[in-house]
């Protein structure tokens, strides 16, 4: 994939959520061409509008989910795991050749403090299994808060843990991670991401036990 990123399209699924709007955000302003997406396109544009008026410039566009990822290069996953394989499967059939970077997290409610893991082990797996090889799925940006995402003009203090099972598309990931300004770690293949998906729940403990706001992955050493 080219090094110019304004030749690269991202596309945000659930991007009008504050995980997906953070990291849209970021991208943008570091020279990707961003696609805000949404099951409405009349929400992803208006959460594209919002996004262009704090951020001072016409850098973002909304969309509805189909049209956003036929459109991308990448296509970045941040919906509630609930809404996990609808999204997926209204968006397969165009996803084919393209990388996935699967962000959703298992939890189940109320129990969010508690690891969940679902049938098939891990949402990226499940969304590989789904998808198929001609999907390049990449789990990444998992154990980072949205609250440390808001402004864009702040180096977020946390590694990014990425497991996939395609060494070229982490690392077309890993630039996404630097561009939202974190340091990517490649955390090995895709069963890896059992690990890495369920250490969320564990920071949500974390930040009620000592009474912080997104606590986050910091790896020593490296």
Known sequence: MTEDRTLVTVAV???TGK???GLAARW??????VIIGSREAEKAQSRAQELNESLGGDYLVGMDNVSATQEAHLVVLTVPYTAHR?????VKEHLAGKILVDVTVPLAPPKVRSVYIPEGKAASLEAQELLGDS???VAA???VSAEKLVDPAVTVDCDVLMAGDDPEAKAEVAKLVEAASMR???AGLLVNAIAVEALTPVLLYINKKYGVHGSGIRITGV
Request: proline fraction near 0%; avoid cysteine.
């Open 141 to 143: 940006f998992q154990n």
């Open 135 to 137: 999907v390049r799925v």
């Open 184 to 186: 990517a770690i490649d």
């Open 28 to 33: 943008a302003l570091n020279g990707y061409h």
């Open 19 to 21: 995980e997906g709007s």
């Open 13 to 15: 699924l659930g991007g």
């Open 86 to 90: 609808a999204t997926l499967e209204s």
